[in-house]
């Protein structure tokens, strides 16, 4: 198994893109770490799925924007696993509204949760990781990262997720050589979120995908579990993007 013997903290992980990455880690091996804001219920079903299958996980309640909620989740992951090998920083909102309609709270909410979430856990992270002489951060930023793909009417979301990217490559270079720092940025993606699109949005996206297809959350846990396993040692400061060929055009 790819993640044998590896502790892992994923954040925001009761459900999609983050349930699928914690159920793949625990498949291979990784003692997991559960982490939601208030979807208890199905983080403990999450936690559940892993244990009925034989691997290790604990559920920790924690807003990833509360800064003493953080350092209590990895000291509670310490004291359960005894150490930390992997962070999966991916926790995030997205609050679509028009740029005359936003106001300072939508963009304080969305900036907390996007990128000071990550920052914040990064921090007690990496604390843990230079102690135990090596270990990887993961950031789930998006499509919308890249210079030319910020998504007008998103315009919050979109700005966070490029400076989270920019966080990314330059904490590479911060921990180097130490801890190794890469994101994954999906493309539209079969989650809660395009759940709820209208049929024009979801057709669109489709119609802009090279592939044809929306990202499942597998396609992302997949690309996930390489960078966080031994195959991925040689890369840091990179983002890997998974969109079907979305920004492409």
Wanted: charged share 20%.
């Amino acid at each position: 198994m790819r993640l044998e013997g590896k502790i892992a903290v994923i954040t925001g992980s009761s459900r999609g893109i983050g349930r699928a990455t914690a159920l793949t880690f625990a498949r291979e091996g990784a003692k997991v770490v559960v982490n939601c804001r208030a979807n208890v219920s199905e983080g403990e079903e999450v936690v559940s799925a892993i244990k009925n299958s034989g691997g290790q996980a604990i559920l920790v309640q924690a807003d990833v924007s509360v800064p003493q909620e953080i350092k209590a989740m990895f000291e509670r992951t310490v004291g359960e696993f005894g150490g930390l090998d992997v962070l999966v920083n991916n926790a995030g909102i997205d609050r679509p509204k028009p740029f005359f309609e936003l106001t300072v709270s939508d963009w304080d909410e969305t900036m907390k949760t996007n990128l000071y979430g990550p920052f914040l856990c990064a921090q007690e992270a990496a604390r843990i990781m230079l102690e135990r002489g090596g270990g990887k951060i993961l950031n789930t930023c998006s499509v919308r990262s890249l210079y030319h793909a910020g998504r007008q009417g998103n315009i919050a979301y979109s700005a966070s997720k490029a400076a989270l990217y920019n966080f990314t490559t330059t904490l590479a270079k911060e921990l180097a050589p130490t801890i190794k720092v890469n994101g994954i940025a999906p493309g539209p993606a079969n989650t809660d979120i395009s759940a709820v699109w209208d049929e024009e949005t979801r057709n669109k996206a489709l119609e802009d995908s090279y592939l044809r297809r929306l990202v499942e959350p597998q396609d992302i846990a997949n690309a996930f579990l390489f960078l966080a396993s031994s195959e991925a040692d040689a890369i840091t400061g990179e983002l890997l993007v998974v969109d079907g060929g979305y920004n492409l055009l």
